[in-house]
């Protein structure tokens, strides 16, 4: 019996010893909410939070744990962030490269294939959601960016970008018809000779009418209706012009039904900006047709996906001259409706998947504020030559009313919080401002590296080395492993110092334009880059500069109107991006540093108490716990 007693102590030590070393598991969560920001710039954040213009994250964060300085994975990019987010592995692992990366096997692809990085490539690690399938979790995802050949059939996913079938568009007074061919059948009343007008959505044919309405006692044209036929009994929306403002979703149709691409069933909304009292100019936008989300019993609102505003159009000047260029603001102010109007049906979206299906880990996501920081983050940066302070005062409260709209989504969510559930607000990346754009092929040609053949494709016969266009900030080495590859084993190591010496050496006046050159041979495991469907050779660009994968002929460097970008070395200031942890387990007024997108799935699922996703190599945040490790 002695014997037995003494036997029995060191076990117990040991046991205890065990004890000691696992986490600590007091925490009460049975629920998640997740909330992705795409593209949020840590320093902006810290500005609107100090000016009490976010009030829902502060909240967060003055309850829960925050990183400011959270380390994205390269490139860093939207796919390839929001898979390390949602698998804690980096993008050597989940093999999503970038927004879209190169085909697998390499034996049966060419250094020219690719697939969209966001649907069609294979996620090769496990999500979190399909981690907490396996211990009975309900999840519903929300437009995060989905990917091919993903294991959760049990999950509710709301995959809108899945669902685009076409393009977003305007309709000015070239859409008039001058003589109609025949008299509108019961057409509406109107104190004015109706003016008529004709105009496509993707493949729908609508005719409008410009009406003064009796019943509106404004003089002149102040009426639009929409039918799909010159007959009054087929009118679809019936508009009234109104100047953009903050709260314009008031002035939007209904979700429209027109035939997408390849006539599929899809739905579109309209805007009419503005319309002259004479009926001489108008201007109608509507949105990209996208084929309904699958929510039987929501209402129309809540189904019919719109996800961006007009950037495009925006962009392209379709929306008349911006401020940079001399205009009153009216196109910014038309463009920054149409990205209030996307959040606002996110966020009825949200609200009814809440409120009417059954979830314990809800996960969502806006590409706010990462569109908006694409358009005028080039104007805010002060490190650009073409900073001017002026335009600066008048474009700074565009974004941070589009920052303002983030946090109101966010405050719709909390609404639906149960007591018992952690919140996160995640970001996949940063921005940084850019001023020119460089063409590496353009060197690589230059050096003989690249060739193209007659037609200006290019002769994978005498290509040894590429910057594809899938715009990845990396190069593809055509190996020998490849389809059609001429570059053996043996050659590799002196084609990358010829390369290296090349690129090293460009410069714009006395400043390089690269600033290191990192090879997925060398550095891959430890940095989690290249792979079967990666990158061989990895570029960082100088500050201001960005990748432009032109093969045609041209200048290597070419200046632009400055823009915001994201895709750069993930240990560059300017890509670094938050997260804040809200809820059971988490230590109000945590500081959380060293972390990166990789920590969060872990970190979610030891909150939950679920086991962690197989291939996630991130760490745990315990630093953000309530109670020790």
Same mark, same amino acid.
């Given at each position: +019996?002695?014997?037995?007693?003494?036997?029995?102590?060191?076990?117990? $030590? /040991?046991?205890?010893?065990?004890?000691?070393?696992?986490?600590?598991?007091?925490?009460?969560?049975?629920?998640?909410?997740?909330?992705?920001? &795409?593209?949020?710039?840590?320093?902006?954040?810290?500005? +609107?939070?100090? *000016?009490?213009?976010?009030?829902?994250?502060?909240?967060?964060?003055?309850?829960?744990?925050?990183?400011?300085?959270?380390?994205?994975?390269?490139?860093?990019?939207?796919?390839?962030?929001?898979?390390? $987010? +949602?698998?804690?592995?980096?993008?050597?692992?989940?093999?999503?490269?970038?927004?879209?990366?190169?085909?697998?096997?390499?034996?049966?692809?060419?250094?020219?294939?690719? $697939?969209?990085?966001?649907?069609?490539?294979?996620?090769?690690?496990?999500?979190?959601?399909?981690?907490?399938?396996?211990?009975?979790?309900?999840?519903?995802?929300?437009?995060?960016?989905?990917?091919?050949?993903?294991?959760?059939?049990?999950?509710?996913?709301?995959?809108?970008?899945?669902?685009?079938?076409?393009? !977003?568009?305007?309709?000015?007074?070239?859409?008039?018809?001058?003589?109609?061919?025949?008299?509108?059948?019961?057409?509406?009343?109107?104190?004015?000779?109706?003016?008529?007008?004709?105009?496509?959505?993707?493949?729908?044919?609508?005719?409008? =009418?410009?009406?003064? &309405?009796?019943? &509106?006692?404004?003089?002149?044209?102040?009426?639009?209706?929409?039918?799909?036929?010159?007959?009054?009994?087929?009118?679809?929306?019936?508009?009234?012009?109104?100047?953009?403002?903050?709260?314009?979703?008031?002035?939007?149709?209904?979700?429209?039904?027109?035939?997408?691409?390849?006539?599929?069933?899809?739905?579109?909304?309209?805007?009419?900006?503005?319309?002259?009292?004479?009926?001489? !100019?108008?201007? =109608?936008?509507?949105?990209?047709?996208?084929?309904?989300?699958?929510?039987?019993? *929501?209402?129309?609102?809540?189904?019919?996906?719109?996800?961006?505003?007009?950037?495009?159009?925006?962009?392209?000047?379709?929306?008349?001259?911006?401020?940079?260029?001399?205009?009153?603001?009216?196109?910014?102010?038309?463009?920054?409706?149409?990205?209030?109007?996307?959040?606002?049906?996110?966020?009825?979206?949200?609200?009814?998947?809440?409120?009417?299906?059954?979830?314990?880990?809800?996960?969502?996501?806006?590409?706010?504020?990462?569109?908006?920081?694409?358009?005028?983050?080039?104007?805010?940066?002060?490190?650009?030559?073409?900073?001017?302070?002026?335009?600066? !005062?008048?474009?700074?409260?565009?974004?941070?009313?589009?920052?303002?709209? /983030?946090?109101?989504?966010?405050?719709?969510?909390?609404?639906?919080?149960? !007591?018992?559930?952690?919140?996160?607000?995640?970001?996949?990346?940063?921005?940084?401002?850019?001023?020119?754009?460089?063409?590496?092929?353009? %060197?690589?040609?230059?050096?003989?590296?690249?060739? =193209?053949?007659?037609?200006?494709?290019?002769?994978?016969?005498?290509?040894?080395?590429?910057?594809? *266009?899938?715009?990845?900030?990396?190069?593809?080495?055509?190996?020998?492993?490849?389809?059609?590859?001429?570059?053996?084993?043996?050659?590799?190591?002196?084609?990358?110092?010829?390369?290296?010496?090349?690129?090293?050496?460009?410069?714009?006046?006395?400043?390089?334009?690269?600033? %290191?050159?990192?090879?997925?041979?060398?550095?891959?495991?430890?940095?989690?880059?290249?792979?079967?469907?990666?990158?061989?050779?990895?570029?960082?660009?100088?500050?201001?500069?960005?990748?432009?994968?032109?093969? *045609?002929?041209?200048?290597?460097?070419?200046?632009?109107?400055?823009?915001?970008?994201?895709? %750069?070395?993930?240990?560059?200031?300017?890509?670094?991006?938050? +997260?804040?942890?809200?809820?059971?387990?988490?230590?109000?007024?945590?500081?959380?540093?060293?972390?990166?997108?990789?920590?969060?799935?872990?970190?979610?699922?030891?909150?939950?108490?679920?086991?962690?996703?197989?291939?996630?190599?991130?760490?745990? $945040?315990?630093?953000?716990?309530?109670?020790?490790?």
């Amino acid at each position: +019996m002695k014997f037995l007693r003494l036997a029995f102590v060191p076990a117990l $030590l /040991c046991a205890l010893a065990i004890l000691n070393a696992a986490p600590a598991r007091a925490q009460t969560a049975q629920k998640a909410l997740v909330f992705g920001w &795409d593209g949020t710039v840590p320093a902006f954040v810290r500005e +609107m939070l100090g *000016a009490g213009k976010l009030p829902n994250l502060a909240k967060l964060i003055a309850g829960g744990a925050v990183a400011e300085d959270v380390k994205s994975v390269f490139p860093s990019k939207t796919a390839a962030g929001f898979a390390a $987010l +949602m698998t804690g592995a980096p993008p050597r692992v989940t093999g999503i490269s970038g927004n879209r990366v190169p085909r697998a096997p390499q034996s049966e692809f060419t250094i020219l294939d690719s $697939l969209a990085g966001f649907a069609d490539a294979p996620l090769g690690a496990e999500a979190i959601w399909t981690a907490a399938q396996r211990s009975g979790k309900k999840i519903i995802v929300s437009h995060i960016p989905s990917f091919a050949e993903e294991r959760a059939e049990q999950t509710v996913r709301l995959a809108g970008y899945n669902l685009i079938a076409g393009r !977003d568009g305007i309709v000015t007074k070239r859409a008039v018809q001058a003589e109609p061919s025949q008299p509108w059948q019961n057409p509406p009343t109107s104190d004015a000779a109706p003016i008529e007008i004709a105009f496509t959505v993707g493949d729908s044919h609508f005719a409008g =009418l410009f009406i003064d &309405d009796p019943a &509106d006692p404004q003089l002149g044209y102040d009426t639009l209706v929409i039918a799909s036929a010159r007959n009054g009994n087929h009118i679809k929306v019936k508009l009234k012009p109104a100047a953009p403002s903050a709260g314009g979703e008031l002035f939007w149709s209904a979700p429209i039904s027109v035939k997408g691409t390849n006539s599929q069933e899809a739905k579109s909304y309209f805007r009419l900006f503005d319309l002259k009292a004479d009926g001489s !100019d108008f201007f =109608l936008y509507y949105t990209r047709p996208t084929r309904e989300l699958e929510l039987d019993t *929501a209402n129309a609102v809540a189904r019919a996906f719109i996800g961006n505003g007009a950037s495009i159009l925006f962009q392209n000047g379709a929306f008349g001259r911006t401020l940079a260029n001399g205009g009153s603001g009216y196109a910014e102010a038309r463009y920054l409706e149409t990205m209030l109007f996307a959040q606002h049906q996110l966020s009825e979206t949200n609200r009814w998947a809440m409120e009417n299906l059954p979830w314990d880990i809800f996960l969502a996501y806006t590409p706010f504020p990462d569109e908006a920081e694409h358009a005028w983050r080039g104007w805010l940066d002060d490190s650009l030559p073409s900073y001017r302070a002026e335009l600066v !005062d008048k474009i700074r409260p565009l974004l941070e009313r589009v920052y303002r709209s /983030c946090d109101e989504q966010l405050g719709v969510l909390l609404d639906k919080r149960p !007591d018992n559930a952690i919140v996160a607000v995640i970001s996949d990346h940063g921005m940084q401002g850019i001023h020119r754009r460089v063409a590496l092929n353009q %060197a690589l040609q230059q050096n003989g590296l690249l060739v =193209l053949d007659r037609q200006g494709r290019v002769d994978l016969a005498r290509t040894t080395v590429l910057y594809p *266009a899938v715009n990845n900030g990396y190069l593809l080495i055509n190996s020998t492993q490849r389809k059609s590859g001429i570059v053996k084993p043996e050659e590799r190591a002196e084609l990358v110092r010829k390369v290296k010496e090349i690129l090293l050496a460009l410069r714009d006046g006395e400043r390089p334009i690269v600033a %290191a050159i990192i090879d997925a041979d060398v550095d891959g495991e430890a940095k989690g880059i290249g792979g079967a469907t990666g990158g061989d050779l990895y570029i960082e660009l100088a500050p201001g500069y960005d990748f432009e994968p032109r093969i *045609a002929s041209g200048p290597l460097l070419s200046d632009t109107e400055p823009y915001g970008t994201h895709g %750069a070395n993930p240990e560059s200031a300017a890509m670094r991006t938050i +997260m804040v942890l809200n809820g059971p387990g988490i230590r109000a007024g945590a500081k959380l540093n060293s972390v990166q997108l990789i920590d969060f799935a872990p970190t979610l699922a030891w909150l939950l108490n679920l086991p962690k996703p197989k291939d996630a190599s991130g760490r745990v $945040l315990y630093e953000a716990f309530s109670e020790p490790r």
